[in-house]
């Protein structure tokens, strides 16, 4: 009995191990901890640590992934950021790493994951209304000037979104998308955690300030690196400027003409020779400080985002992402 009560032990041991890492793989905790001892040596364990090697290898295939800080050996000036990160898309290596998994407010690097969901859920010919509930009041929010009944594409929709960082644009693809804010904020989520970005919560679309409403350096990397695979998100962040035609409630034109506030792409920063921005985000409330995700490629076409959270101030932002950039 005493050999059978073992038996029984070991096998609930390891089932217990395995839900772990089940949830671990399926994103459906907040954090990416093991609740186990790993120093426990017995047939359980090492039945369990052939599990959590097969299942965190295929979690992380062909994705860069730290624990730790990664700034020894790197000449990345980065004193006025909170958090940053280089990620090498061909090696899967991380060439940068402070405070990754830092939860912080990401601002309008939110909208990268408002694109990506778009993108999968919406089409760019469907035409979107607004509603009364694109106003919006926060004190510098960036707006295109949307009213209720005004039209337009998706198309458009993502233009506005990304280019100028409309935040009421925004509101006008979560709903439609989501059919309310509070319901494309779960889309949001749902897909942050199947990307395993599972450090993060987001309560809108646009990023505006919001107690529940953060992310890591990370976590932003996996939702830029989801988003870059769509080539019509590439080919939005990569445009400098921007000019079309939607509607109001009357069907009267109303004129689009944006620019993008990368400076990358504006000429006012300039990369390193071996490297080409081919777009991104920036972010800028108060809470988040300033902020700014990169997708660049070096001479030989290999492919590399960046991360800045929480830096002083703008010029300081680029100087330290260009240094950034350099380790590429």
């Known amino acids: 009995m005493k050999c059978i009560?073992?038996?029984?032990?070991?096998?609930?041991?390891?089932?217990?191990?395995?839900?772990?890492?089940?949830n671990i793989t399926g994103c459906s905790q907040k954090e990416y901890s093991l609740s186990y001892d790993m120093n426990i040596e017995s047939?359980?364990?090492?039945?369990?640590?052939?599990?959590?090697?097969?299942?965190?290898?295929?979690?992380?295939?062909?994705?860069?992934?730290?624990v730790d800080d990664v700034v020894q050996g790197t000449d990345v000036d980065m004193t006025q950021a909170t958090a940053a990160g280089l990620f090498d898309l061909k090696t899967g290596k991380v060439k940068y790493a402070k405070n990754v998994h830092n939860k912080l407010a990401p601002a309008s690097l939110t909208k990268v994951l408002t694109a990506l969901c778009a993108l999968k859920y919406g089409n760019l010919d469907d035409i979107l209304t607004a509603t009364e509930n694109v106003y919006i009041n926060e004190s510098g929010a960036v707006k295109l000037g949307l009213q209720a009944g005004d039209t337009m594409t998706m198309d458009q929709a993502l233009h506005c979104l990304m280019l100028k960082s409309?935040?009421?644009?925004?509101?006008?693809?979560?709903?439609?998308?989501?059919?309310?804010?509070?319901?494309?904020?779960?889309?949001?989520?749902?897909?942050?955690n199947s990307l395993g970005a599972t450090n993060s919560h987001f309560s809108n679309p646009n990023g505006l300030t919001d107690p529940n409403h953060y992310t890591t350096a990370y976590d932003l990397y996996l939702i830029c690196n989801e988003a870059v695979k769509y080539d019509k998100f590439v080919e939005i962040?990569?445009?400098?400027?921007?000019?079309?035609?939607?509607h109001d409630k009357n069907g009267k034109d109303k004129n689009i003409d944006i620019s993008t506030t990368n400076a990358y792409l504006k000429g006012d920063a300039v990369a390193p020779e071996n490297v080409t921005v081919i777009g991104g985000k920036t972010g800028t409330t108060n809470a988040a400080g300033n902020c700014l995700i990169l997708y660049s490629r070096d001479n030989s076409g290999n492919p590399y985002i960046s991360v800045i959270l929480?830096?002083?101030?703008?010029?300081?932002?680029?100087?330290?992402?260009?240094?950034?950039?350099?380790?590429?």
């Open 166 to 192: 409309a935040n009421d644009v925004a509101i006008l693809i979560a709903e439609h998308v989501g059919g309310s804010v509070e319901g494309f904020s779960d889309m949001m989520n749902s897909m942050a």
């Open 43 to 66: 047939p359980a364990f090492s039945v369990a640590s052939h599990a959590q090697r097969n299942t965190l290898d295929a979690f992380a295939s062909g994705l860069c992934v730290t």
């Open 310 to 328: 929480q830096s002083s101030e703008r010029t300081v932002m680029y100087k330290e992402m260009t240094d950034l950039l350099e380790e590429i």
């Open 237 to 246: 962040i990569h445009t400098t400027t921007y000019n079309s035609v939607y």
């Open 5 to 22: 009560n073992n038996k029984i032990r070991k096998v609930v041991s390891v089932l217990g191990i395995m839900v772990i890492l089940t």
